[in-house]
């Protein structure tokens, strides 16, 4: 199996398998339903050996959570709305709206289950492609001389309820949960600043 490093962003035959698998993952999904998903059947479909898929993703699990962290990766810069708590209330609707739906509740379980993803790193994949866009959007409002929560802060505080409120079962988060979160997350941000001399 190649490394989770190749994995990431391939080159050359290896992008262009990597391709043409995950396209037929999203077609076979959209005709069949992912319950008929078979390796077998996604090989035939992007025109590769069944045995390419097995070396590469190991099993079906892991091919689902690497077109899932794919899914993810593609997601577009956060919203800059002028202010670090709109960009985070913005952030989090969208997140919600996105992962809410069953596709993203589909896309969460299968990089949570794959465990086992070449060096077990899908969960951590997951985390720092959302800690890439808290990045952005810290440094943003930084370079714009706002108050700012840390990523840690903001992955902590607005992104671990959010996801764990989705796995768990217990409910799409709702605007105001959200608007608190947020508000927590400034709070903290304030708290941090320096008070002068």
Known sequence: MTSGATR???????ARVQAAVHQAVHDLTALHGREALTIPQIAAQAGVTPSTIYRRWGDLVELLADVSIERLRDEAEPPDT???????????????????????????????????YGDGSA??????????????????????????????????????????????GAGTPTGPQLARWVDTCMAQAAAAEPTGP
Request: neutral net charge; charged residues 20%; hydrophobic residues 40%.
């Open 8 to 14: 990431l962003r391939p080159g050359g035959r290896s």
């Open 82 to 116: 002028g202010s670090v708590r709109g960009d985070l209330l913005a952030w989090g609707e969208q997140f919600i709206e996105e992962m809410s739906s069953d596709l993203g509740r589909q896309v969460l379980k299968d990089v949570l289950t794959a465990s086992g």
């Open 123 to 168: 969960p951590c994949q997951c985390l720092q492609i959302t800690a890439g866009q808290m990045t952005m959007l810290v440094e943003r409002a930084r370079a714009r001389g706002q108050a700012t929560p840390s990523v840690d802060c903001v992955l902590d505080t607005l992104v671990a309820p959010i996801v764990y409120r989705l796995l768990m």
